[in-house]
């Protein structure tokens, strides 16, 4: 049976403290764009303590890759320094809705709460029918919750996507949509 993903309204005490969360994860973001970098930033947090960082890396330069997303780098980065931190109890805040790739890396690693940022158009993971996917994917019960400081990653992706020198998904459908957002 599917299992879709739930959206869980925050109160104000909530939204208060996803919001500590995803500033957190707006810093790895910033830190990423001032190095060039596309500005994705991603916090994992158990137990209201940030266990694992993760930004952004080779979206640009000589060794530019598609596996360097912030989420991955997270991942790794909980796994080397706190295996012990159990994975249910861990939510990941990310400045862009997690990629396909990134989704199913936390979906398998036991993560089962996502919070993000911005939308991500042209390759968001998210919203897929998971009604669809393998049994896998398909029989989680995951918690999602969206635009949590949406505006804040947006001016990120504005900035990044207005500087001449950028060619990382210059002229994509993600590209466009931010540039048109008022």
């Known amino acids: 049976m599917n299992q879709p993903a739930s959206v869980t309204p925050l109160t104000a005490h909530g939204l208060a403290s996803v919001e500590v969360h995803m500033a957190q994860a707006l810093a790895e973001a910033v830190h990423a764009l001032a190095q060039g970098e596309f500005p994705v930033g991603c916090v994992l947090v158990s137990q209201g303590q ?26 790794r980065d909980l796994l080397t320094n706190n295996p012990d931190v159990p994975p249910a109890e861990v939510t990941a805040y990310t400045t862009l809705e997690p990629c396909l790739m990134c989704y199913a890396a936390l979906m398998i690693s036991g993560v089962r709460n996502i919070v993000y940022a911005y939308e991500d158009v042209l390759g968001g993971g998210v919203c897929l029918p998971r009604g669809r996917m393998p049994p896998l994917y398909r029989n989680l019960r995951l918690t999602i919750v969206h635009k949590v400081m949406r505006e804040e990653s947006l001016r990120l992706f504005r900035e990044f996507f207005s500087r001449p020198e950028g060619v990382y998904l210059k002229d994509s459908l ?3 949509h931010v540039l048109a957002q008022p």
């Open 50 to 75: 940030v266990v694992a960082r993760g930004r952004r890396r080779h979206s640009g330069g000589v060794a530019v890759n598609e596996l360097d997303h912030a989420e991955i780098i997270a991942l």
């Open 174 to 176: 993600l590209a466009r």
